[in-house]
Nanobody
Framework: QLHIVESGGGLVQPGGSLRLSCVVS??????????IGWFRQVPGKEREGVSC????????HYADSVKGRFTISRDIAKNTVYLQMNSLKPEDTAIYHC?????????????????WGQGTQVTVSS
């Protein structure tokens, strides 16, 4: 069983930046045995994949809507995955969730991931 906690959300003006963190705990040898994804959800809409980082090699994928603005990374020693979000837009407003143990061959899909955090709210507004 894995425990996932996201943090770093908040209110930011358009054009601003935030860095989300996803701390993973539980019984595992190293964080890089898992593919980890970031997803977001707006009330009334389906949860959508934002970015993922693959196991071992750390290949990354991004949704077209965030490509060039968001960067996913990980610190294996801290069991933490980050999502650096720059040039934020109002349409980036959502609850952002981290998920672990899935696939990262393309933009992540909700159905491919097993463990989920509760999410952190990101609001982009002036």
């Amino acid at each position: 069983q894995l425990h996932i906690v996201e943090s770093g959300g908040g209110l930011v003006q358009p054009g601003g930046s935030l860095r989300l963190s996803c701390v993973v705990s539980g019984f595992f040898q190293s964080l890089d045995i898992y593919a980890i994804g970031w997803f977001r959800q707006v009330p009334g809409k389906e949860r959508e994949g934002v970015s993922c980082i693959g196991a071992v090699g750390g290949t990354t994928h991004y949704a077209d809507s965030v490509k060039g603005r968001f960067t996913i990374s990980r610190d294996i020693a801290k069991n933490t995955v980050y999502l650096q979000m720059n040039s934020l837009k109002p349409e980036d407003t959502a609850i952002y969730h981290c998920a672990v143990n899935g696939l990262c061959f393309q933009v992540p899909r909700v159905s491919d991931y097993d463990y989920w955090g509760q999410g952190t709210q990101v609001t982009v507004s002036s």
